[in-house]
């Protein structure tokens, strides 16, 4: 693919010069550590906090709970960052003039929007794993318990969620003009996503989503790597699908 | 051998002609002006040559490629700067130039010394580490030549390149343009007549999607040149204005300050006539002379027809 490895380096360097590298990495380390941090501190926080005759029991945090709490924090913040960062890859350069000089050259447009694709997702997925591994040292010292094996599978899970909301991103970044316009779009069809399993369980139970919503059954063992199977296949195909939806429409958007 | 070749192009918005059934052919090695007032479809007409359009029907050729059919294949030897180029704050000149090489597949050790090169051609060689960011109005307009022409394209099309620029960049980029002449064909669009008339072959000139005229700007100016007289009194030429424009062999007689343009229908009666009623009301003639129509006189006149003269 003409161009793809020459736009690939300039975004990663991009993601290094204008700090989109340390803002996501500061995001989802904040948002992974900040989760088993506050679990533990919970029954010490509660009991400080309350005075006079009022008692308020809690009981003993346990792995589950962190792992809960970071699960909870991973699917808020992280995402939405990754839109807010994503948002205008495509449309703003489209629409500033940077597009009509890059993709006037012997380029394939495909080699364009994958580069993107490639540099934002390996900036999210490294972001991603360092929030994972920083709270999962925490986990590991604060609480008894801590297993890797399903940790792992829950961040596999988070990971292939971040490359749909990253595909849903630009493919919205390709079809809407803005970049603004692009990131709302991509935020209410990933909350509809995220709604899906709930609402319609066959579709919903393929999705990288529902992994997460699984973190008991995989902390328990209910859980095994079978399972993980169709969500991790299913989020792969739909970023696919978004994408080759996206390189598609590039070739035939006028710049 | 034309380097650029139009046949029929036509583009459609909707209910909207953007450019209806253009045929143009620049020759090669030429810098061909590509004149229209806004709203014409030149930066239409300019999207569809640099491949980033596609027509609605007929076609364009660039050095002999369809840039329907061939467009990745006329990339190659296009060098194009967008009328509004934005470029990534974060490069150096330096680093941008690398990248624009890389992407038009310069090979990787001729990469370097191309784009110093390039730099000092367009004079920012001193800036080549500085940061984009940083830079002035004057020196991204020069930048974006630079990125055009850094892998030697057989032809550069440049949307508007002098428009942001003050006259002492516009200067320079002219001189860059025309330094070009003979190597490369350069097409170039400008609302700044006077630079197209500096350093411009020939000119095509776009109305309302149509082409209405191509032509060397010498051969256009003998075609569409009317005399022309230039009277400059002592006194306020609004009354002389007033008192010439009901002759029928004159075209217009427009008024600014002590100085009156008189268009003429008829050359010898001009010649005859017009000294004598120059001082018929006692005027204090200062200069009268006979001047040759600019380009803008004849843009003025081809796409505003009625208004000829006005200008």
């Known amino acids: 693919m003409n161009g793809y490895l020459t736009l690939t380096r300039k975004e990663l360097r991009e993601s290094l010069a204008t700090y989109r590298v340390l803002i996501a990495a500061a995001v989802f380390l904040i948002a992974g550590i900040s989760g088993p941090l506050l679990t533990h501190m919970l029954p010490d926080l509660i009991r400080h906090s309350t005075t006079g005759n009022i008692k308020i029991i809690v009981g003993k945090q346990t792995v589950v709970d962190a792992v809960d709490a970071y699960l909870s924090n991973m699917a808020q913040l992280p995402i939405l960052a990754a839109i807010l960062l994503a948002m205008g890859a495509v449309a703003e350069e489209r629409a500033h003039g940077v597009g009509a000089m890059v993709l006037s050259r012997p380029i394939a447009r495909s080699a364009y929007l994958l580069a993107k694709l490639t540099g934002y997702g390996l900036v999210l997925l490294g972001a991603l794993a360092l929030g994972a591994i920083a709270a999962f040292y925490y986990i590991a010292l604060l609480f008894a318990d801590a297993r890797l094996g399903p940790y792992l599978a829950i961040n596999l899970g988070l990971a292939v969620t971040l490359l749909d909301v990253l595909a849903i991103t630009l493919l919205c970044g390709t079809l809407l003009p803005s970049g603004v316009a692009a990131g709302g779009v991509a935020f209410v069809l990933f909350i509809a996503l995220s709604t899906l399993p709930a609402l319609w369980s066959p579709l919903g139970d393929n999705l990288p989503m529902s992994i997460t919503g699984h973190a008991h059954a995989l902390l328990s063992g209910a859980w095994g790597a079978g399972d993980l199977l169709g969500p991790v296949l299913g989020g792969l195909l739909l970023a696919a699908v978004c994408s080759g939806a996206a390189c598609l429409a590039l070739a035939r958007r006028e710049v | ?311």
């Open chain 2, 1 to 311: 051998m034309y380097a650029i070749l139009c046949q029929g192009l036509s583009k459609r918005y909707a209910n909207v002609s953007a450019i209806d059934h253009l045929d143009l052919s620049v020759p090669e090695g030429s810098i061909f002006g590509f004149l229209g007032p806004n709203g014409a479809g030149k930066s239409t007409a300019i999207r569809i040559l640099a491949t980033l359009n596609q027509p609605t029907s007929g076609d364009a050729s660039i050095a002999g490629m369809s840039v329907t059919k061939h467009a990745g294949r006329v990339r190659r030897v296009l060098g194009y700067l967008p009328q509004e180029p934005a470029f990534p704050s974060w490069m150096s000149a330096r680093e941008f130039l690398e990248f624009a090489a890389a992407l038009s597949e310069v090979p990787a050790r001729e990469r370097r010394p191309r784009a110093a090169e390039a730099l000092d051609l367009v004079g920012l060689g001193d800036a080549a580490t500085r940061r984009i960011g940083g830079f002035s109005g004057g020196m991204k307009g020069r930048l974006g030549i630079a990125q055009a022409l850094i892998h030697r394209p057989a032809v550069m099309i440049l949307d508007e390149p002098v428009s942001t620029l003050d006259p002492l960049g516009r200067r320079d980029v002219l001189r860059i343009i025309a330094g070009l002449r003979g190597t490369t064909t350069v097409f170039l669009s400008s609302h700044i007549l006077d630079d197209i008339d500096r350093v411009c072959d020939q000119v095509a000139i776009l109305a309302a999607g149509r082409l209405i005229v191509q032509e060397t700007i010498t051969r256009l100016k003998e075609r569409y040149a009317r005399p022309t007289f230039v009277i400059e009194i002592a006194e306020d030429a609004a009354s002389l204005a007033a008192s010439l424009s009901p002759h029928p062999w004159i075209a217009s007689a427009t008024a600014d300050g002590r100085t009156v343009r008189v268009l003429a229908r008829d050359l010898a009666r001009a010649e005859r006539e017009l000294p004598r009623l120059a001082l018929a009301g006692g005027n204090t003639l200062i200069r009268y002379e006979q001047v040759l129509p600019s380009l803008e006189d004849i843009f003025v006149r081809l796409v505003q027809p009625g208004k000829e003269g006005a200008a």
